[in-house]
């Protein structure tokens, strides 16, 4: 495999970024519109907006992966954690080690930043990914729940 780094999200990374993105979205059975996957990249590229993006680029400047994260309030603790709402490594990049060293990066970029925690949720049966995450992170006992809106 070809050596990966990790950098932020640019502009011009937004075709290679999509077919990431829509293949995490596949992944997880999501239907994922070309307007919403367009609104989340303005999120990713407005330095205004709580979403920031990394992503995994091999030497021949291909994105291998992705990953997208946010800060998040922690009252209890009275500090911020970092959320990773999204992690994506490309079928054939996998075992390069882009999932590392995305999750290795949202560490430091925790710890410049002063955030108390990288957090993240998976689904019970990806059980490829939760190999590699529980040989960097700790799984919790917490259990979530998802409640829509009233309407």
């Not at 367009?38 to 907006?49: K, R």
């Not at 995305?102 to 108390?116: D, H, K, N, Q």
């Not at 689904?123 to 829509?148: E, F, I, L």
Request: proline residues 5%; contains cysteine.
């Amino acid at each position: 495999m070809s050596e990966v780094k990790v950098r932020d999200a640019r502009p011009e990374d937004f075709p290679q970024w999509r077919a990431l993105y829509r293949g995490y979205a596949d992944f997880y059975k999501v239907n994922q519109t070309e307007q919403s996957a367009a609104l989340v990249w303005s999120w990713v590229n407005d330095p205004g907006h709580e979403v920031n993006a990394l992503v995994a680029e091999t030497a021949d400047g291909r994105l291998a992966g992705l990953a997208h994260y946010r800060a998040f309030a922690r009252p209890l603790s009275a500090t911020t954690g970092c959320f990773l709402d999204d992690l994506f490594v490309a079928p054939d990049h996998r075992g390069s080690g882009a999932a590392a060293l995305l999750l290795e990066r949202l560490s430091v970029i925790a710890a410049e930043r002063g955030w108390s925690v990288v957090r993240w949720i998976t689904a019970d049966d990806n059980h490829r990914a939760r190999s590699k995450y529980d040989q960097m992170a700790t799984r919790t006992m917490w259990v979530t729940y998802d409640m829509p809106p009233a309407f």
